[in-house]
C-alpha cells in the first residue's frame, strides 16, 4: 500500500473540524482516504459533512457506517443518550433522500490489502462495541484477519498492538510524531474524533497512515470551533453538544 492514507472518525456534522482536517492531511500530501464513521449526529451540518464524504468517496476513498449513521436511518435502533437522540431526531430532518442513500450504501467494514476498516469492534462491526483498552482492542485484532486495523467510536486517539492472539498492549501516541507500526505484529489505531474530541482538547483529530514505511502519524488541528459551537447553538441541539465542543469532553 504505497501512498499516505488519512484516518478520520467521528466527523459528527461538523463541517469546520472535517474540512480543517482535510486540508490539513493535503497540505501533507495525503493521496487516500478513510472515514470511519459517524459522519452525522451531534453536531449542525449533517448535509454539507455527508455531501463532502460522498464526493471523497467517488474519487475512491474508503467509508463505513458508525452508530450515528445508522440511527438517522433507522427509527428502531435506541441505546443512546437523551441529548444523542435527541440530535438524531433533528438530524433526520435535516437529510435529503441523496444523503440517507450514501448513508444506507456504507458497508460495517472494508478492508484494502491488509488493513480492515470499522467504526467499533471488529469482532462484532454491527454491535459497535467500543475499544478502549488492551484486552478489547485483542479481540478485535483476532476477530479483524488483518495487520491493522483502523477504528472510531471512542473519540480519543490510541495505539494498541499484539504479538499473540491473546494479549494487547497500548501505546499512546503524540501528537505530529511518526510511530513505528511493523507488519511482525498486529495494530490497532484510533485516530481520534474529527468532529467531537472528548479527550480535554478542543482542536479535531486524525492520523496518516504510510504503510509501505510501517509509519503511523497521528495529528492535531485546530478549527474554528466558535464556528461550530455557535451552528449547534442556532439550531437548537442541546447545549451540553456546544459545551462538548467548547471544551473538548
Known sequence: MRMKLALLADVHANLEALTACLDD????????????GDLVGYGADPGAVVDLAAAYAERGAIAVRGNHDE????????????????AIRWTRTRLGDRHRQFLASLPLVARLGDALF???????????????????????????????????????????????????????????????????????????????????YRA???????????????????????????KVRAAGLPPSLARRLENGE
Open 25 to 36: 492531511a493535503q497540505a501533507r500530501g495525503a493521496e487516500a482516504f478513510a472515514f470511519l
Open 71 to 86: 440511527a438517522v436511518l433507522d427509527e428502531r435502533r435506541g441505546g443512546m443518550n437523551v441529548d444523542a437522540e435527541e
Open 118 to 200: 470499522v467504526h467499533g469492534s471488529a469482532a462484532r462491526p454491527e454491535e459497535y462495541e467500543y475499544v478502549y483498552d488492551a484486552a478489547r482492542a485483542a479481540e478485535s485484532l483476532a476477530a479483524a484477519g488483518a495487520t491493522y486495523v483502523f477504528s472510531g467510536h471512542v473519540h480519543e486517539p490510541a495505539l494498541y498492538y499484539a504479538g499473540g492472539s491473546a494479549w494487547a498492549g497500548a501505546f499512546r501516541p503524540a501528537p505530529g510524531v511518526p510511530v513505528r507500526v511493523p507488519s511482525h505484529r498486529r495494530w490497532l489505531a484510533i485516530p481520534g474524533a474529527v468532529g467531537q474530541p472528548r479527550d480535554g
Open 204 to 230: 479535531a483529530c486524525y492520523a496518516i497512515a504510510e504503510l509501505d514505511r510501517a509509519l503511523l502519524t497521528f495529528f492535531r488541528v485546530p478549527y474554528d470551533w466558535t464556528a461550530a459551537v455557535a
